[in-house]
């Protein structure tokens, strides 16, 4: 155990000489905190070894998927292709729905839907029109 101690104190120097440790950016600042309220207390310590050691749960993995695809209707010009990622997002959050035993604020924000409905004209293919 004392080489451990031995290497990690060589190391340590070793960082220090090569100004490895200095961190101008984090000093005098408080350092981020993850934001886990809403992980049940139970939970907390399972899904912070999870997330070091780089697996999500399938709740966060769902919610990243539903931010890009969200993005990616903001950001599309296609009208018809937006509307194709607006059904993905819709089937998504059916999904992420029926897994959960409540109503998720997603799904239960009907202005943003219908504003989202509002921006969305898609023009008719037929010739002549």
Known sequence: MESIAFIAEQKIVQAMKERDLTA???????????DDRLVPDDLKMAYKLLKNSGYLPPEIEERKEVQ??????A???D????????KKLNVLLMKVEARRSFTSNIASQQ???QKVVERISVKSKVPGK
Do not use: G
């Open 79 to 86: 009208e018809h292709e937006r509307v194709r990622q607006m």
């Open 68 to 73: 890009k695809l969200e993005d990616l209707i």
């Open 24 to 34: 101008s950016k984090w000093k005098n600042k408080p350092l981020p905190l993850d």
């Open 75 to 77: 950001a599309t010009e």
């Open 111 to 113: 202005d943003y839907y």
